[in-house]
Structure formats: C-alpha cells, structure tokens
T-cell receptor, first 117, second 115 residues
Framework: AQKITQTQPGMFVQEKEAVTLDCTYDTSDQSYGLFWYKQPSSGEMIFLIYQGSYDEQNATEGRYSLNFQKARKSANLVISASQLGDSAMYFCAMREGRGAGSYQLTFGKGTKLSVIP | GAGVSQSPRYKVAKRGQDVALRCDPISGHVSLFWYQQALGQGPEFLTYFQNEAQLDKSGLPSDRFFAERPEGSVSTLKIQRTQQEDSAVYLC?????????????FGAGTRLSVL
C-alpha cells in the first residue's frame, strides 16, 4: 500500500485564490512527521511546512497552512492568495517512527499546481 | 555556502561508464541524505550519513551504487557500470540534527542520463 497518496496529478487555480492540495498517509506508528515540499522547474526541493503527529494545532507558515486531520490520516496543504510563482510540483512526505534508521522521508507522487493569471 | 550544492547539474553517461555525483551540504549539518527521483515520481530514499558514518544504505538499488562521506562534510555518490534504468535526478539533502522534527534541506539535484 502507498504510504503517501496524492490523488491530484494536476491542479489549476486562479491568481489570488486559495487552493487545497490533498495528501493522505498510511502508518501504524504513533509518532510521525508530515512535510510539504515545493519543487519548481529548476529542480530544487523547497521545504514549506511541517506537522508533527502530536501537534494539536495546525501548522502555518505565511501563506501556507496544513489542515491536519489525524483520524482521517490526512494532511492537506492550503495555499492562500496564490501567486504566479506558486506554479510548481508539490510533494507531501512523511517520516515515521523514532528509532534508528527512521530518518528518511517517504514521498508521494506529487501534484502539479498551475496558477492562472 | 547558503544552501546544499550539487555538481554536476547534468551528467550524460554511456552505458557501462562509471559516474560520481558530488554533494556539498549546508555547513555544520550533521546528517546527509541521498534520494533518487525518477521522471514523474517523488524522490525515493537511497542512503544517509550521520557525520562520516553511513548508518542506513537500505535504499541503494544494487551493489553498483556506493556512497561515501569521508570527512563528515562533502559526500559522493558513485554509480559503477551505469545502466539505462539509472537515469534519474539524484537529490542530496542535509539537516542540522537527527532530531525528530529536523528539516531536510535539498539541493537542486544532478540529472543523470544514461545512453
């Protein structure tokens, strides 16, 4: 089974509008972390936002917020007031467990976001 | 430098050739990771280092792949006798600590094309 599922291969949003990118995850661990990265055409993966499994508040970073619904195992990224520079691939990722060797990230397949002027 | 630096940005290799990909992490970062990203996919873990120690190499796809970080800073990923299926973007990431919420910061990657 996929550990990270991003069901939207591509999304379009009008400039200045808000958009939600979906992410569901699968883990049996109680301790885990969820990350969102942006990958523009230049190739670099840019960290956007982090949510820990024990965090009670949804994470926010500027125009980015993470809608964390633990019972549903979802961690959707919300981008408010979209800008043309937001056009990129967006990846959801998870880090599981706290034991040794558990520091790698598992990524979804990504969502390509296109912002329309 | 301010970020993770990878070189070369692009590498074209003939099948059977050996290649070496370099990663220069953010200064002071203890942890270093290598990922492989196939076209249209998310990155997949290859290996990670804590300082000079390679603590996990479970993601390396074959014994043709080898990584080292001899002085705990710069790392090299070497692929011997390249095959067409090795064509991908190779991403390097570093983080300051191995704490639970340490953020991994990525370089721009090396795009390897094996002909």
């Amino acid at each position: 089974a996929q550990k990270i599922t991003q069901t939207q291969p591509g999304m379009f949003v009008q400039e200045k509008e808000a958009v939600t990118l979906d992410c569901t995850y699968d883990t049996s661990d109680q301790s885990y972390g969820l990350f969102w990265y942006k990958q523009p055409s230049s190739g670099e993966m840019i960290f956007l936002i982090y949510q820990g499994s024990y965090d009670e508040q949804n994470a926010t970073e500027g125009r980015y917020s993470l809608n964390f619904q633990k019972a549903r195992k979802s961690a959707n990224l919300v981008i408010s007031a979209s800008q043309l520079g937001d056009s990129a691939m967006y990846f959801c990722a998870m880090r599981e467990g706290r034991g040794a060797g558990s520091y790698q990230l598992t990524f979804g397949k990504g969502t390509k976001l296109s912002v329309i002027p | 430098g301010a970020g993770v630096s990878q070189s070369p940005r692009y590498k074209v290799a003939k099948r059977g050739q050996d290649v070496a990909l370099r990663c220069d992490p953010i200064s002071g970062h203890v942890s270093l990771f290598w990922y492989q990203q196939a076209l249209g996919q998310g990155p997949e873990f290859l290996t990670y280092f804590q300082n000079e120690a390679q603590l996990d190499k479970s993601g390396l796809p074959s014994d043709r792949f080898f990584a080292e970080r001899p002085e705990g800073s710069v790392s090299t990923l070497k692929i011997q006798r390249t095959q067409q299926e090795d064509s991908a973007v190779y991403l390097c990431a570093s983080s300051f600590l191995l704490d639970w919420d340490s953020i991994q910061y990525f370089g721009a990657g090396t795009r390897l094309s094996v002909l």
